[in-house]
């Protein structure tokens, strides 16, 4: 049945060590100056479409990609720049698809809300509200039947919770005992009508009770909380249990999206929020145990400013995608000779 406890605490610098905290240090550099980056170019015109920003949210896959092994699989929604930057893609490649170039991750043909990275096992960003939630089974589906030892991570923001095929793919996960993990990342909103408002049930954690699915809620401001969580329910999962459910708790500093006013929320709690900032927390960590100096912090720091901008000069140095392209990688072509290359 559901676990409703929370996440263990655990005392920073007890269970994880030094390289560990220094990943997560530069994992979540790259993701928050990435994205402050992208907020201005979206400002400037660079790039068009929609634009959503993690900014706050990025001790959920700091945590995740040190809990996972490089084989599972990984699938969100649309806010998705960071997901690529901390599996291992390069900046400039995700830049670039933001620019719609060739060299990005989709060729120029997903943009912000679509990225892919097969080597990577990245299996989309998608833009349709909730329909990854069955995709992320059915990718778990496969792997089970071809006997491959992988946990599918399938995450979702709290409003597409609402979505009837969550409960479709939560019966038949459980039914078939698939190896997936389905994420809540709960920055508690939606696009902008707080979970207290869309629902009687407020703990999250729970919604898969009817199925049978456990689930537990975790912090998500803190990558210690966040690592063990997706630890213990990848576990739970390669042992044939079936799916877990995570409801982790997060805020995002920034609107739904960037055309976002925010009436909804007040500065104030924005800003009670970022007390609890993931970076620095794990900042004030690294100095505490004497495991980094100001200086060293700082100079990370400026050599991931200067990562982003390299990347923003690749893309805007990178051809558009030719005519032709429009064609391609819609079908198979082995499985439609009749499209021509």
Not at 33 to 49: A, C, D, I, W
Not at 130 to 149: N, P, S, T, V
């Amino acid at each position: 049945m559901t676990t409703k406890t929370a996440a263990k605490k655990t005392a920073p610098g007890t269970s994880f060590g030094k390289e560990t905290y220094l990943r997560w240090f530069k994992d979540m550099l790259l993701m928050r100056r990435f994205e402050e980056k992208t907020g201005q170019l979206y400002t400037m015109q660079k790039f068009g479409g929609f634009c959503h920003l993690y900014i706050g949210q990025e001790a959920i896959l700091a945590g995740m990609v040190t809990a996972i092994r490089p084989s599972d699989r990984v699938i969100t929604g649309y806010r998705d720049h960071a997901h690529p930057l901390v599996l291992g893609t390069p900046a400039k490649n995700v830049m670039a698809e933001l620019f719609g170039r060739i060299t990005g991750t989709s060729k120029g043909k997903g943009g912000s809300m679509h990225y892919f990275d097969k080597e990577r096992n990245l299996f989309g960003g998608h833009g349709i509200v909730g329909g990854q939630i069955g995709l992320g089974a059915g990718i778990a589906f496969a792997d089970k039947y071809r006997g491959e030892d992988h946990v599918t991570l399938c995450m979702m923001g709290d409003g597409a919770i609402r979505q009837g095929i969550l409960h479709e793919t939560f019966n038949m996960a459980m039914t078939w005992k698939l190896p997936v993990i389905f994420i809540i990342e709960n920055n508690n909103y939606a696009m902008g009508t707080s979970v207290e408002r869309t629902s009687n049930v407020h703990d999250l954690s729970t919604i898969g009770e009817s199925y049978d699915m456990p689930g537990l809620g975790v912090n998500g401001m803190r990558c210690e909380d966040v690592h063990e969580a997706i630890s213990m329910a990848c576990a739970h999962v390669r042992a044939g249990n079936g799916p877990y459910l995570l409801d982790i708790k997060t805020y995002r500093y920034k609107g739904h999206s960037m055309s976002d006013p925010q009436k909804y929320r007040t500065k104030e709690e924005v800003e009670e929020y970022k007390k609890q900032d993931p970076i620095e927390s794990v900042r004030a960590t690294l100095l505490a145990k004497k495991w980094a100096s100001e200086a060293e912090l700082d100079a990370m720091d400026v050599a991931t400013k200067k990562e982003v901008e390299e990347a923003v000069k690749f893309a805007e140095e990178s051809p558009l995608p030719p005519v032709d392209e429009l064609y391609l990688d819609v079908y198979r072509q082995k499985d439609y000779p009749f499209i021509k290359d």
